[in-house]
């Protein structure tokens, strides 16, 4: 997987990029990020990459002209369908499909080489959405000071689903939101001591059997979910003894709130 990025700031990148899973990966060549800096594909001696926006308002917008140059640059005549290296350009705005575990799961499926548009200021020239664009992705129902830090999300996401990345095939089956658990919360997780400050770990941890381990952590995992995020709950394939269990948790949830005494106003 190549990931490019195209940026007003490349130096914002250098660290992030350096650590942990994403250096082990471009260190064993399973990865190759290369940064670009946008202003390198103007044509103007000021290196001018925004200019005011046609009909007013605020702020600056990016654009077209060296956004265009930079991915053709890169594409070097190619097409992003190319079978040989299909390639996404992925421009990172508010306005994009929201990312999450099975976009990200997706990208690494589907292509071999994304190319990032990190926007900045009020956001890029629309001709570069319409016209060359691939996906648009946002990183959440928030908005932040530029398409960077949403850039490193995907690599980050995408990387450590790649063959052999993190050194156990199923590392990230297990994750939370991955396909492989259901969807579900990730169950809690224990190491050693077994007893820090009087607080255990769960008995059935220690005990050996696997069996009632993979139990202990399915409706470990099903409890977390029901608790955090119950909307995952709805699309669960759950079977009819897990949901009569969760439909317990919920009758003891409401019980323990009709014995609650009222707020004091």
Same mark, same amino acid.
Do not use: N
């Given at each position: 997987m190549r990931f490019d990025l195209l940026t007003i700031f490349p130096d914002f990148f250098t660290g992030p990029l350096d650590h942990g899973i994403i250096r082990r990966a471009r260190q064993q060549g399973q990865i190759g990020i290369e940064i670009h800096d946008l202003r390198s594909f103007t044509d103007d001696r000021h290196h +001018?990459?925004?200019?005011?926006p046609f009909g007013g308002g605020d702020g600056m917008v990016l654009k077209p002209e060296p956004i265009f140059r930079g991915v053709e640059t890169l594409?070097?005549?190619?097409?992003?369908t190319d079978p040989v290296e299909p390639t996404a350009i992925v421009l990172l705005s508010p306005q994009g499909r929201v990312f999450n575990q099975q976009e990200a799961t997706r990208l690494a499926a589907s292509y071999k080489r994304l190319i990032f548009i990190c926007g900045r200021y009020e956001g890029v020239d629309e001709r570069v959405v319409e016209h060359l664009v691939t /996906?648009? +992705?946002?990183? $959440?129902?928030?908005?932040?000071?530029?398409? /960077?830090? =949403?850039?490193? +999300?995907?690599i980050d996401a995408v990387t450590r689903l790649l063959p052999e990345v993190l050194g156990s095939e199923t590392s990230a089956?297990?994750?939370?939101?991955? /396909? $492989?658990a259901d969807g579900l919360?990730?169950?809690?997780?224990?190491?050693? =001591?077994?007893?820090f400050r009087g607080w255990r770990v769960p008995e059935v941890l220690i005990g050996g059997h696997h069996g009632e381990v993979a139990k202990w952590r399915r409706r470990a995992a099903l409890r977390k979910t029901w608790e955090r995020r119950p909307d995952l709950l709805r699309d669960a394939p759950l079977n009819a003894a897990e949901r009569a269990w969760l439909g317990q948790l919920e009758d003891a949830r409401r019980l323990v709130a009709a014995e609650l005494p009222p707020e004091e106003s």
């Open positions: +001018i990459v925004d200019d005011r594409l070097d005549g190619r097409l992003p /996906e648009e +992705i946002s990183v $959440g129902d928030y908005v932040l000071t530029g398409g /960077e830090i =949403p850039a490193l +999300i995907i089956v297990h994750d939370s939101f991955a /396909e $492989g919360l990730d169950y809690p997780h224990y190491t050693r =001591p077994a007893e």
